[in-house]
């Protein structure tokens, strides 16, 4: 078999029927340096090989996009961990600037046992046994307090009451209740004994 090269003092462009055309290569295309794809550039390749016939030597993969004029981040496949990272900034051969972080798979641990609901505990799943929730009977349990910071009446729900916080009026407490039916404050104890005097 003979090789033939061809070689150019400058750049070197193929026109097939002025850009419309299809180029056809039916070999093994090798290109030592950088390859640029105008826009819109396709493949019916379901999948695209990077790295083909690695054995072994290159162990980081991937592509990358070049977000300004000498800026780059880049998705790879790092052999060593088995696992798909990404990375906000890297160097246009894929070197990270900012370091790669492995891209999250598979379901996430719930925290604490079962009912117990889900809050971020210190950016983790927690639960607690102080609040939980009981499919079975459809019960919502929580051992504490409640706070209620001041909002506007919220619209009526449909054979609901809804529970809010504003401003303190003559029930003395803030605390108001609202559904399809009525909206008024609760009364606190003490305005109840005065109340009753009064009236």
Do not use: H
């Not at 640029?36 to 790295?51: C, G, K, M, S, W």
């Not at 246009?92 to 971020?120: R, W």
């Not at 009364?187 to 004994?193: C, E, H, P, R």
Request: with cysteine; charged share 5%; net charge negative.
């Amino acid at each position: 078999m003979t090789t033939s090269y061809k070689t150019v003092n400058g750049d070197y462009t193929l026109t097939c029927n002025d850009g419309d055309g299809i180029f056809t290569v039916n070999a093994q295309a090798l290109f030592t340096g950088n390859v640029t794809y105008t826009v819109p550039a396709t493949t019916v390749a379901a999948f695209t090989t990077v790295a083909a016939n690695n054995t072994g030597a290159i162990t980081d993969g991937g592509l990358l996009m070049q977000t300004g004029p000498t800026t780059f981040a880049g998705i790879r496949f790092d052999v060593t961990s088995n696992t798909w990272q990404i990375s906000s900034s890297v160097n246009s051969l894929g070197v990270p600037v900012a370091s790669y972080a492995n891209i999250a798979i598979g379901s996430a641990t719930a925290g604490g046992a079962n009912t117990q609901l889900q809050f971020n505990d210190n950016s983790s799943f927690g639960g607690t046994a102080n609040l939980t929730f009981n499919t079975t009977n459809n019960r919502l349990f929580l051992s504490g307090f409640q706070a209620f910071a001041n909002t506007a009446t919220p619209a009526n729900v449909a054979n609901a009451v809804a529970v809010y916080s504003n401003v303190i009026g003559g029930g003395g407490t803030g605390l108001y209740f609202t559904s399809t039916s009525a909206n008024d404050e609760l009364v606190s104890k003490g305005k109840a004994i005065v109340y009753g005097i009064i009236f």
